[in-house]
Each structure stands twice: as C-alpha cells, then as structure tokens.
C-alpha cells in the first residue's frame, strides 16, 4: 500500500516529537508543536463537513498555517490547491472555478486583492498565518481521485493554465529521489529555507514537503523581500541550504554586495525554475562563499527532474544529472529516439510524473502518450545524463521563476480599445533573467506605453505586466498569418 505523505509527517512526529522542525518569525516549532495545529485542522475540516477526495484552496503565503493544513488534508484524503495570493480577482476566479474547491482559505491579514464574494461565490475563511481558523462550513463539491495530495496551475503557452495534480506517490518519490541524489545533504544536521512561494510546486514540494517527510528542519518566510531581511532570518535560523531561481541569488548577492551580512553557516545553494546566468556564478562564490548546484524541473514531474548533485560534480552550464527513477528519451519533431548530444524534444517517464491534467482529456492526450509524457523542452543529454537545456518548445516567459504565458498578456492589452493587436516575448533581464515586452500595433494614435503598462498593471499580477512596450507596423507571420514570436525576439 503506497503510503501518503501525512503517515511520513505522523511518524516523525512519533519517533521524537520534542524534535525543533520549522523556524518561525524567531522561534524554533517542535514536531509536538506542529502536530497541535495539524490536528486542530484536521478537526475544523471534518466539522465543515469536509470529505474524501475533495479540495481546498489556498491563497496563503508561506507560513505553518499552509503546512499544517495541507498535513490535515492529506489524513482525511483530501488534497490542497495553493494558489498565488498575488494573483488578480478575474484570474483567481478562473482556477477556483475549474478546481471546484470546497472552500478557500485566505490570510486574516490585509491583501493586495481581496477576495470578492459576487465574482468567487465560494465559502472564504480567514486564517492566522501560524494558528487555526474559526469554525466554518464548506459547500459540497465533486469528490475526485483521493490519492491526490495537492494540485497546481501551471501556465502553458495558450489558453486555460493547466491543473496538475499531483499523488502522495508522485511527491513522496520525488523527495526521496531528489535526496537520495545530492549528495551533499545532511538530513541531520541541515536546515533549509522555505522561502520561494508555496503555489509554485518547486517552493512547496522541494523546500515545504521535503523538510517535513524527510527531517529535515525548514527556516519558513512569508515572503523573500527585502533580501537583507532574508539573510537575517537566514543568520537567525542557522540555514545552511537554499533553494531558490536565479532571481532570488541575484538579489542575495546584490544585498551582500551592498553590505548586508551573509550567514556563516550557509553551505549550500540550489538553484532551478530558470536558467541560470553563468556570469552571476563567481558573484554568488565571491560575496555569498558558496558554488550553485543547478536543477530542472516541471510542475508535472513533482517537480525536479535533474540537478547537480554537488559542487565537485557540477557541470557549469548544465542542469545536472537525471534523478534516479526516470526514464528518459530525446526525440525529434517526428518522435524518433535520438542519442548522446543530440538536440531534440525530452520525453520522460517515472513514479514522480502525473498521470494527466485535471478535467482536460485535450491538453493530457497531447502531452501524455504510452506512459510517457512530453516535456516540450529541448535538450542535450550528454553519456552522463546531465542535461544542456537549449530552448523551449513554448514561447513560454519566465519572469523570477515563475511562467507567463503571452496570450494572457495579449487578451488584457487586446482589450484596450485603442489596441489594434499584440504579442508578448520574453526578453532578458539581470536580475529576473526575463521581462515581457510587448510590441503593439496601435488602433488609435494617441496611445502611449505608460498608458497601456498602467492599464495592464489593473489587470495582472506584477510580474506579467510588460516592462517594455514598442510600437510597431505589422507583425513577422508565417504564411498563415500566425505571428512568429521568435522572430520578435529577435528584433
């Protein structure tokens, strides 16, 4: 019988419960502490009528609230939906729609976008980000598969994001395969830090889960800003192992740069979600004292794939090795099976790899054939099995680690009524590793770009909104009309 992720958590907790887990705004939680606030969830959700093989979501940043109930969850056979507290109201009423949630949990705290009650007609109830939620009812809800743990949207390169959703199985394997992998971690005596945001699967399943079914204690942040604020919570806890993308180590090494302390106990520094720029490598080994471990991973793949499994082993300029358990192929456009070196699509199977999207018999027949499924990545993979990421298949941007898909960006400018047409690319940039530019093709003559960026910024989250606007005649297409945004790119 597969064993699910709170039976990792409940035998821990059994075997030493005085044991310090999880640090928080100064104070050390023992497993006994955590334990409190999982069983009180566990009972607030079987008294709001709460049942297997339903959902809740989350709009909660990182914090022992979020842990907790997701652990509570899990023993009643439920799964969890984290979703990006910073996201608008239009595109939180999205994915709450389509994930069917039996109610939301929101922080008790003031939030950039409340919820509105008129556009999500779903139970909301306020939580304190480290204590239990008051009594509440649910709604009723169609009971799914009960071996999902938690599920994702992750973005794509059209249409709806997908829901990923990911099985105790799926995540238990992962960790342990990511472990078992580095080769320089001490489930002992390392402590992590859960900084990166807990709807992104890499945050919460390779910082927020790892540490709670394997041991390892975890340093938990709210949130990443300032990063002068992060290193003194890092210095506090005694972190000796980061997880971050590459936006989050430039923002380390520029706040050390500028004379912020750099905590002595820091050894290790793993770095995905992004490529990662190879002329920040000796910054981060001059100002921070540690060498990046590079990964890669898919939301689909729960979520790492390949890392580097220590410094000694590292190859500069790839993503590492393959973590036991895939099986892997690189094909070409036609589906043939290539070999060493040679550049083609990554195909994968394995036990961390979800079955199929949620409600989405379409995207999952196209990305999933024969138990293996479509990365849309293209790669190198050398006699090693360490992987040279070259391109994506998509046009997807990823700003600071997290994606953007352009249509999204296209459908909120399209919607200007000075706007005749639009197409978004990702762009390089020092510190996010990429921005959205936007080029526009105008409707009317008046319209200026710090007026679309300021009607953008009323209708998406930050970091899709574009940074760059410039206006243009006509579009690159192909013969069909279809716009070529590699061609932009290039421009």
């Known amino acids: 019988m597969v064993k699910k992720l709170d039976e990792f958590v409940h035998d821990l907790y059994m075997q030493s419960p005085d044991q ?33 093989g339903y ?15 997701s652990v509570a969850c899990w023993k009643l056979d439920g799964a969890v939906v984290p979703l990006n507290v910073t996201d608008k109201i239009e595109s939180l009423a999205k994915y709450i729609g389509h994930a069917e949630p039996f109610a939301i949990v929101a922080p008790d705290i003031p939030t950039k976008h409340p919820i509105k009650t008129d556009i999500i007609p779903i139970p909301v109830v306020k939580a304190p980000l480290d204590n239990l939620v008051p009594s ?36 238990s394997s992962n960790v342990f395969a990511a472990i078992e992998h580095f080769q320089d971690l001490d489930i002992e005596q390392d ?43 890092m210095t506090a ?30 050894k290790k520094l793993l770095c995905g979600g992004d490529r990662f720029p190879v002329a920040l490598d000796v910054r981060v080994q001059r100002l921070l004292g540690v060498s990046v471990c590079e990964g890669y991973g898919l939301t689909e793949c729960s979520p790492v794939v390949a890392l580097n499994p220590s410094p000694e082993k590292r190859k500069v300029g790839t ?15 036609n589906g043939k099976t290539l070999g060493p070196d040679q550049e083609g699509i990554l195909w994968l199977r394995g036990p961390s790899i979800t079955s199929g999207y949620f409600r989405d018999k379409e995207n999952t027949v196209e990305k999933f054939h024969d138990g293996w499924f479509d990365t849309g990545d293209i790669v190198k993979v050398d006699e090693e099995q360490y992987i ?31 706007v005749k047409e639009s197409a978004a690319v990702g762009i390089a940039h020092s510190v996010s590793g990429q921005i959205v530019k936007a ?39 192909n013969s069909l009309g279809k716009v070529l945004r590699r061609k932009l790119r290039e421009w």
């Open 136 to 171: 509440f009812k649910g709604i009723d809800v169609t009971s799914e598969d009960p071996s999902t743990a938690v599920m994702f949207y992750t973005s794509g390169t059209t249409g709806f994001p997908k829901a990923v959703p990911l099985s105790h199985s799926n995540i």
């Open 237 to 266: 806890s005694g972190v000796t192992f980061v997880i971050a993308v590459p936006a989050m180590v430039s923002l380390l090494v520029a706040a050390a740069a500028r004379g912020a302390k750099v905590p002595s106990t820091l």
């Open 439 to 477: 080029f526009v093709i105008r409707g009317e003559e008046d319209i200026t770009s710090r007026e679309l960026q300021s009607f953008c910024k009323d209708r998406l989250a930050h970091y899709k909104t574009p940074r760059v606007i410039e206006f243009v005649d006509d579009f690159p297409r």
């Open 55 to 69: 959902r809740i979501a989350t709009l909660l940043p990182n914090c022992p609230a979020l842990l907790a109930l």
């Open 191 to 233: 402590i992590v830090m859960n900084a990166l945001p807990n709807f992104h699967a890499l945050g919460y399943s390779s910082s927020g889960v790892l540490a709670m079914i394997s041991g390892i204690r975890q340093m938990v942040l709210p949130t990443f800003m300032p990063p002068e604020m992060a290193l003194e919570a």
């Open 319 to 333: 993503v590492g090795s393959i973590l036991p358990g895939f099986d892997y192929q690189v094909r070409d456009e």
């Open 20 to 52: 310090p887990m999880l640090w928080w705004k100064g104070q050390w939680w023992t497993r006994k502490d955590f334990n409190q606030l999982v069983t009180g969830y566990e009972e607030k959700l079987r008294d709001s009528g709460f049942k297997s």
């Open 388 to 418: 040279t990421v070259m391109d994506r298949a998509s046009d997807l941007i990823i700003v600071g680690g997290f994606n953007v898909y352009p249509q999204e960006v296209e459908t909120v400018l399209n919607s200007h009524p000075k």
